[in-house]
């Protein structure tokens, strides 16, 4: 079970995460985890380039291992790099120590000031001990709005349906650039790049020291 749009109840019970951007321009946080990936990263970085958009990539450290150069492209072509792991760890079901080894791991591998926990489950306690540590990506970037391009039930148009129905100014939207994701992402993305530019958005990607400290800002909204 997922939500597709984040909740406040959840936002409040990890107020040190960032769920969405205070703004009042018209940008979204397109974002892509589990990458990269041979066939679904390029095809991310051909779609946001006929927009002109950018984004950030959350990848995981054993696939920066598998496929270098495409990770390379992703930052030649001025995205944000975030670290998702190296094995794609489930934190709820892990020890925290292996927890933050796993996240040191793909740190020697991703240099980010950002990180997104697998699955979006990561208990408090390790939070906390990613915040203590400053050798750790600092930022934990959660989302607002979940495509659900990842469930193989969907459709990619009903992935699409969601990123329509959901997104607003802000938002961080979450599409997948693996094999499990293709099928869908391949519908959803070019649409939702094509719906959100005749409307005026811009897409950006984080920066390092943006929405530090958005906690008591997130839980207004």
């Known amino acids: 079970m997922y939500l597709i749009k984040t909740p406040f109840l959840l936002r409040a019970f990890y107020p040190s995460c960032v769920w969405k951007m205070p703004t ?3 940008v979204i946080y397109l974002s892509f985890d589990d990458g990269p990936h041979p066939i679904a990263t390029p095809f991310v970085l051909e779609q946001l380039d006929k927009y002109n958009a950018k984004a950030s990539f959350f990848c995981i450290g054993k696939n920066v291992i598998e496929y270098p150069e495409m990770y390379q492209q992703v930052i030649a072509k001025g ?6 792991t190296q094995h794609h760890l489930n934190g709820w079901h892990t020890e925290d120590d292996l927890y933050l080894q796993n996240i040191q791991e793909a740190s020697g591998l991703i240099s980010s000031d950002f990180f997104r926990p697998p699955y979006g489950r990561i208990k408090r306690s390790q939070i906390k001990k990613i915040q203590a540590n400053k050798h750790l990506p ?3 970037i959660m989302w607002d709005v979940l495509s659900g391009d990842f469930d193989t039930k969907m459709t990619g148009q009903d992935c699409l349906n969601n990123v329509l129905k959901h997104t607003q100014a802000g938002s961080i ?8 994701a293709w099928d869908r992402l391949q519908v959803a993305l070019p649409a939702t790049l094509e719906h959100f530019s005749k409307q005026g958005y811009q897409f950006r990607p984080y920066k390092k020291g943006q929405g530090r400290n958005l906690g008591r800002i997130i839980r207004t909204l």
């Open 24 to 26: 009042n321009e018209k």
């Open 79 to 84: 995205h944000t790099v975030g670290n998702h």
């Open 138 to 140: 600092q930022q934990i």
């Open 173 to 180: 939207v979450v599409f997948h650039d693996s094999a499990k």
